[in-house]
């Protein structure tokens, strides 16, 4: 029998969804999901999405940053490397409705830095050396064209001058790129050293405890510095000390909708409109050839980072932008989205991807995490103030993304020592970016936190290890 297909007969895929929820209760293996899923959907009428993400709008912060005291720009990116180990959405779009549980994540939920050895030397064995199991960098590599000293600073790379690395997208800025050049050194360092005390031992073995050592200290480094960075000591200490109250997987982990949709956007706010790469060098555009232009060999020793612009190595580094409704202009035309559009607007892409996503308010979400009444009021009071005088209406809420910045700019990052305003996530993106990369560690067996809960560093200082004692072990490594 065919199918009915006349008017009012014909099956609304939504319909189910939208009525039930039913098919967000049954996670799927490699497939996005959602922490909140009895909570109906907010819609808003789309010309006030674009309106209030387009350039010169409210969220427009203009081209002169406004800096926080004393978060490293370096953390910022630090963030994109770690979106980038663990999600990879190719399918969604932002004229579709999408189903969290039919989108598939290209990236394993786990912080296994799978970004870096792919699939291992096994199923990926161009990723490594021919007579060891260290990975290619530009210099082992010998890159074509290059010259010895810009390949000795560069990713590998074929003739075609791209990345041979685990994730193409860690090659979209200079930064980025540097930052995987980085752990791919720290790699190879731990691999060294564990050779040269154990030189009968097999590559493959030398490989399996250098990969675990290497992501064991990146992951030490994501909960004991990255995280209360953005989200603050005491939510950090809470989800530690108390357990995770709202992101609990049925089996297995997964990566929830309002984290990568929602509340881990936070760091497009952060981003500032210029950058400097070398310690008394020169300041450029965002999306300069130096910085943006991405995908492509360092061509000048002045591409190169020095990291002590990024990261507290003494005192002198750049800050990030601070947490709050406002993005560089230069985000709100990105230059490679062509031609000009609403889409162009990093801001817009970010409002229209949510409500594509059945995403419920900010205040609703607030709501369920049990946010006093008076302080989302507060928030929604920012919210509101903001958009004044522009033709935005918010009557039915706000999108979780734009609550997350609000509440950023008005209550803070909680710190042992009180709130910071515009340092760091408030407490509903704090919380729940907390809980889900703490989560993601908890639920693999792989990780420290999920086999040896007792493992401490066995780098760094004193028990500790931090970003930069990463990047300078990573120095020695080839």
Not at 311 to 321: H, L, M, T, V
Not at 397 to 425: C, N, Q, T
Request: include cysteine; glycine fraction near 10%.
């Amino acid at each position: 029998m065919k199918p009915l297909n006349h008017h009012g007969l014909k099956e609304m895929p939504q319909l189910r969804y939208m009525c039930s929820h039913q098919s967000i209760h049954e996670e799927r293996i490699g497939r996005f999901g959602r922490i909140f899923q009895d909570h109906p959907a907010m819609m808003l009428n789309p010309s006030s999405l674009i309106e209030m993400g387009k350039k010169g709008g409210p969220m427009d912060g203009g081209t002169s940053d406004d800096l926080t005291q004393n978060v490293p720009l370096g953390m910022v990116y630090l963030g994109q490397f770690i979106d980038h180990d663990i999600t990879l959405d190719t399918t969604s779009s932002f004229n579709t409705a999408n189903e969290a549980t039919e989108i598939e994540n290209f990236r394993t939920p786990a912080l296994d830095l799978d970004c870096i050895f792919g699939e291992g030397p096994e199923d990926e064995p161009f990723l490594y050396e021919s007579n060891s199991l260290r990975l290619l960098t530009g210099k082992t590599n010998n890159n074509i064209g290059q010259g010895v000293s810009l390949e000795s600073e560069d990713l590998a790379r074929n003739g075609q001058g791209k990345a041979i690395i685990g994730d193409p997208r860690n090659d979209e800025n200079r930064i980025i790129s540097q930052l995987q050049l980085a752990f791919i050194r720290f790699y190879n360092a731990i691999y060294t050293n564990i050779e040269s005390h154990n030189p009968t031992a097999e590559a493959k073995h030398i490989y399996e405890e250098a990969r675990k050592l290497t992501t064991w200290h990146y992951q030490w480094i994501v909960i004991y510095e990255f995280l209360p960075t953005m989200c603050g000591e005491v939510i950090v200490d809470k989800v530690l000390g108390r357990g995770r109250q709202y992101y609990k997987p049925y089996e297995r982990a997964f990566i929830p909708v309002e984290f990568s949709i929602g509340t881990y956007r936070f760091g497009h706010s952060m981003i500032t409109q210029k950058v400097k790469l070398k310690k008394g060098g020169s300041t450029f555009d965002l999306f300069s050839n130096n910085i943006g232009g991405g995908f492509s060999k360092i061509t000048t020793l002045n591409q190169v980072i020095d990291w002590e612009c990024f990261f507290d190595f003494d005192g002198s580094y750049q800050r990030a932008a601070k947490l709050d409704m406002k993005l560089a202009s230069t985000l709100l035309e990105l230059p490679f989205v062509q031609p000009v559009s609403h889409l162009s607007s990093l801001a817009t892409r970010n409002l229209l991807r949510g409500q594509s996503f059945f995403m419920p308010s900010g205040e609703v979400i607030a709501e369920c995490m049990g946010r006093e009444a008076s302080e989302i009021a507060d928030v929604r009071s920012h919210i509101l103030n903001t958009i004044n005088g522009h033709d935005i209406d918010f009557d039915a809420g706000s999108p979780l993304w734009a609550y997350v910045l609000a509440e950023a700019a008005d209550i803070g990052r909680h710190d042992k020592d009180g709130f910071k305003l515009g340092e760091g996530m408030g407490p509903v993106g704090g919380t729940i970016t907390a809980e889900v990369i703490i989560g993601l560690m908890e639920l693999d067996a792989n990780s420290f936190m999920g086999s040896d809960r007792n493992w401490q560093p066995t780098l760094g200082t004193g028990g500790k290890f931090t970003i930069k004692d990463l990047l300078t072990i990573s120095k020695n490594g080839i």
